[in-house]
């Protein structure tokens, strides 16, 4: 399938049956989704559920044991090298480098993406002033307070304006307020056109997604949008539903 065909249904991720043994332990147990283009989907869990896992497998970073996924109308299996080509990949451990600063950080990303030096200059700018990191162009990120350094890691993620956008705990140890700011930013990515898969274990994040799945040792146990996940296990939130399919 090439990925013209893969956009003409609509589906910019479809895994089917993925599956992730390491050794006798299975992490990820037979999922499957689909996510639609243009779509904030929310993956959902504890941690050690899978969601990583599932986040890497749809990345190119680790193959699958089992089953098949298409990412940008590509194979995890057979076309790792082109799904990372077309898409932009914020891990939970974002390696930023600490003795570059903020504006040069962004440079050598533009420079890993193979985005010509202007290209680059000008995306990088027009980052810095989108995130809000234009005083900070000029600091090292270990100087910078965790949203900054979040935002910064965005940034990198985004230069060279993929389609599909991987988010891995974005979220991860960042204040409310900070949250709220990040969230903003991934609504203004999806109004662009860009397809977003994030992960998260804050259930109140849930509410800002389109569609959510919760995974509970390896399988998804639920996936709808937060308001029939709500309905459907009679609940007020996405905490409460969170309690009532996951197995004790």
């Not at 903020?102 to 700018?125: C, F, I, P, S, T």
């Not at 040792?217 to 539903?241: F, Y």
Request: proline share 4%; glycine share 10%; aromatic share 8%.
């Amino acid at each position: 399938m090439s990925e013209s065909s893969a956009a003409s249904d609509g589906c910019a991720v479809r895994a089917t049956q993925l599956t992730r043994r390491f050794g006798d332990f299975t992490a990820v147990d037979g999922v499957d989704f689909a996510v639609s283009t243009g779509e904030v989907f929310g993956f959902l869990g504890a941690n050690g559920a899978g969601k990583t896992t599932v986040i890497r497998m749809l990345c190119g970073l680790l193959a699958p044991s089992a089953g098949e996924a298409r990412v940008a109308g590509f194979s995890v299996n057979r076309q790792p090298d082109a799904v990372k080509r077309h898409i932009g990949y914020m891990s939970q451990k974002f390696s930023l480098y600490g003795d570059l600063t903020v504006g040069e950080n962004l440079q050598l990303y533009g420079g890993v993406y193979g985005l010509k030096r202007h290209d680059a200059e000008d995306r990088g700018r027009e980052l810095l002033s989108r995130l809000d990191l234009e005083q900070a162009a000029d600091r090292l990120p270990t100087a910078l307070p965790l949203g900054f350094r979040q935002r910064l890691a965005l940034g990198c993620a985004v230069l060279h304006r993929p389609r599909i956008l991987f988010l891995d705990e974005p979220t991860g140890g960042v204040d409310p307020v900070a949250r709220r700011k990040f969230w903003d930013l991934i609504y203004e990515l999806a109004d662009g056109g860009a397809t977003v898969f994030v992960t998260t274990h804050y259930m109140d994040e849930a509410e800002y997604c389109g569609r959510v799945s919760i995974m509970d040792r390896g399988r998804i146990v639920a996936l709808d949008t937060p308001d029939e996940l709500k309905k459907q296990n009679g609940a007020r939130t996405m905490q409460d539903v969170f309690l009532k399919v996951i197995r004790p």
